[in-house]
């Protein structure tokens, strides 16, 4: 017989051992697991005995942030508190975390705005800030010649790009937003406005509006701005209007009018977002940045792995 307790080692693989040596807030947690062989089941700690060979199923029943088309990774070791990251302990086996898609978006909206990046915020020493700007709306949905501007700069989004098959858009510099970003502001010429304040968001709270050349799509005001970041105040705009970048077919100036705002007055900690949630249809939260990935997460529980464990452990207390 072999006496097992819980196995406290559900483990990330290096990118969630580096989210918690840098002290990050949105790391990956595991808030409900069990372990069953035949009669016992542990829920969230215990121990109880198992015979050799018996079949254990070991779940995933409920977490948060946990990194969509991830991976988590069972350890077992016959000394308590090992820890994996250091090459201890002997893995069971992974299990995939599912990738998820949000598709229940009918328009075109902002889903996630990172207003507040760990690094390169509000960078206006070169044109790489680390703010980026996330839409969601039914995929192939042609988003040339729409225009996103917070009165300061405006990006006017090229012909032939449109909605991609997940549903997400990214606006940002790949340089420093990364690999998610669908439309790279620099080099993009789709720009107005001082090249090193694109897509500058300020962290106490200003207005950001959408227009696809001939109304408003969508527009929000976090944050408590001053009033000098209050529409309709902005470096860039002139008359009441605010100039397109001079892209063929797309509106050079557009009047915005008076943009119905959804008013969201919390501010971000560093490396957060706004996001909506539940996705598209959502009211706006202060959330972890789940950049180019559903905000909700979708279902993804239980996450089960099954396996056994042979004689190597027999008469033997493993953790």
């Not at 693989?13 to 009669?39: D, R, W």
């Not at 972890?288 to 008469?315: E, H, R, Y």
């Amino acid at each position: 017989m072999t006496s097992m307790q819980k196995i406290f080692l559900l483990y990330f693989n290096i990118l969630s051992i580096s989210c918690y040596l840098i002290g990050q807030t949105c790391c990956p947690e595991i808030t409900k697991s069990s372990i069953s062989a035949g009669p016992c089941v542990l829920v969230n700690g215990g121990n109880c005995n198992v015979c050799k060979d018996a079949d254990v199923k070991m779940s995933i029943e409920s977490g948060n942030n946990l990194p969509s088309g991830g991976q988590v990774s069972w350890y077992y070791s016959t000394t308590s508190g090992f820890n994996p990251a250091l090459g201890q302990g002997t893995l069971i086996g992974n299990i995939a975390i599912p990738n998820t898609s949000c598709d229940n978006a009918s328009s075109v909206k902002f889903n996630e705005i990172m207003v507040k990046p760990l690094s390169n915020d509000d960078d206006m020493t070169s044109p790489t800030t680390g703010e980026w700007i996330e839409l969601i709306g039914p995929p192939g949905t042609d988003l040339g010649c729409y225009i996103i501007s917070d009165g300061d700069w405006a990006i006017t989004i090229p012909p032939g790009y449109s909605i991609p098959g997940d549903g997400l858009f990214v606006i940002g510099f790949t340089a420093t937003a990364g690999s998610e970003v669908d439309l790279d502001v620099a080099g993009c010429g789709c720009t107005t406005g001082n090249i090193n304040k694109v897509l500058t968001l300020d962290n106490a709270g200003e207005w950001l509006v959408m227009f696809d050349g001939f109304s408003t799509i969508d527009a929000l005001q976090y944050g408590s701005p001053s009033l000098f970041n209050t529409f309709p105040f902005g470096d860039l705009i002139a008359a009441g209007k605010i100039p397109g970048a001079d892209l063929i077919g797309c509106v050079q100036n557009y009047t915005p009018g008076f943009p119905s705002f959804t008013n969201f007055s919390p501010t971000t900690p560093a490396g957060q977002t706004y996001s909506r949630k539940p996705d598209f249809s959502g009211g706006w939260a202060v959330a972890c940045a789940t950049i180019g990935k559903c905000n909700s997460g979708g279902k993804i529980f239980p996450l089960d792995l099954n396996t056994n464990f042979s004689g190597s452990v027999c008469n033997q207390t493993i953790y």
